[in-house]
């Protein structure tokens, strides 16, 4: 079997490899707790109209305990699906798989057979074991489909790894990307120094998803010593909660930054732009409670939208944290630019129907 980029079709290979915005899709449910399904996909159609490059389903905004509720396949197989029917344009469709290996596997299996390109791996479930178990996990993983690496910080069930480790998983072949969210300045640039010493930086695509840095992430370049010299990398792309929410927004930044990134000089209000998006992710994301409330503050804003009914989670004890909403209504009301609620608001009604993408015109 093919790996890494060669087993992708070249217009989504192309955008992965270029960097893209690729909001982390939450889940619909109902009063019950059920699977919405009219809401769900309704979610999907709002990402790719917003401009996304894709999403990624069964991830930590998409509640991992959808796998346990029997859901995990479902909602792949519902944002695949509602992506094929909405849009002709290439969509970079990633699936989380998480679970030790057999688990891990069939997930992955589960995901390539829906049509997804890549799996966002989740090796959470490896706390406590060497970090050569855990590469040889990421190793037959990478057997079924392209890998996107995940430091995922230890707030939301992560855990740190090594630059060796790093390096070492920067040259397996099945992978194409990291996503870095150790939410650390220090072990980010450990994930950057790795991927430059294993040789891969024209391979591996580096993704931000530390939602309390995502601008300054993008628009820094990283200029790093290797055996062969000094290497400038950057982060090419969003792979983020906070994206999945005010996402037109988010894909207008992303265009700007993308632009003055390939200057020598950067606009000082794109400067000021990346503590406006961090004031706004530590209202959504619960920063003040250990993120306790990312999830729900998440479904919270997509609710204001109209885009959700309620900010119901499968676990009744994930709910919004105290003072939560105060501190979302207080941002709303500090940075009224930073959402996206007229482009939701006049476009809310084809996302919600029946009707195809041709049938009603797409709101600017």
């Known amino acids: 079997m ?34 919405d399904p009219v809401r769900q996909r309704a979610l999907t159609r709002y990402y790719l109209d917003a401009g996304a490059g894709g999403f990624a389903v069964g991830v930590h905004t998409t509640q991992f305990a959808i796998r346990g509720a029997g859901l995990y396949e479902p909602v792949l197989r519902l944002a695949a699906e509602t992506a094929a029917e909405w849009t002709d344009r290439p969509v970079a469709l990633v699936a989380g798989v998480t679970g030790r290996t057999a688990q891990a596997v069939a997930e992955a299996r589960i995901a390539r057979s829906l049509g997804y390109h890549a799996a966002l791996l989740n090796v959470a479930a490896f706390r406590g ?6 590469l040889a996990h990421c190793e037959r993983v990478g057997r079924e489909m392209p890998l996107i ?6 707030e939301c069930g992560g855990f740190h790894l090594s630059h060796a480790f790093w390096r070492a998983f920067a040259a397996l072949e099945s992978v194409i990307a990291i996503k870095m ?30 939602d309390d840095h995502i601008l300054l992430d993008l628009l820094a370049p990283y200029t790093v010593s290797t055996a062969d010299g000094e290497r400038t990398l950057r982060i090419r792309g969003g792979l983020l909660g906070h994206w999945s929410v005010w996402t037109k927004r988010a894909v207008e930044l992303f265009e700007e930054v993308r632009a003055a990134a390939t200057g020598d000089s950067v606009p000082t209000r794109l400067l000021a732009q990346d503590s406006v998006v961090t004031d706004c992710n530590g209202a959504v994301y619960d920063a003040h ?19 959700l009914r309620g900010t119901w989670c499968l676990d009744p004890a994930e709910a919004l944290s105290p003072g939560q909403l105060a501190e979302i ?3 709303y009301a500090d940075h009224p630019g930073a959402n996206d609620d007229a482009f939701v608001a006049a476009n809310l009604h084809r996302w919600l129907g029946d009707h195809g993408p041709a049938a009603v015109p797409l709101a600017a």
């Open 329 to 331: 209504d207080r941002v």
């Open 149 to 154: 690496g995940f430091s995922l910080l230890p």
């Open 129 to 134: 074991a060497s970090e050569s178990e855990i």
């Open 289 to 307: 409670h250990a993120f306790r409330g990312c999830i729900p503050g998440c479904l919270e804003v997509l609710r204001r939208q109209g885009l």
């Open 2 to 35: 093919t790996s890494g980029y060669d087993a992708l079709a070249p217009r989504v290979g192309a955008l992965i490899r270029a960097g893209t915005v690729l909001p982390a899709h939450p889940l619909a449910l109902d009063e019950n707790r059920r699977l």
């Open 181 to 210: 969210a150790p939410f650390d300045r220090y072990r980010t640039l450990d994930i950057v120094r790795a991927v430059a010493d294993a040789g891969a930086a024209d391979r591996v695509t580096l993704y931000t998803g530390n």
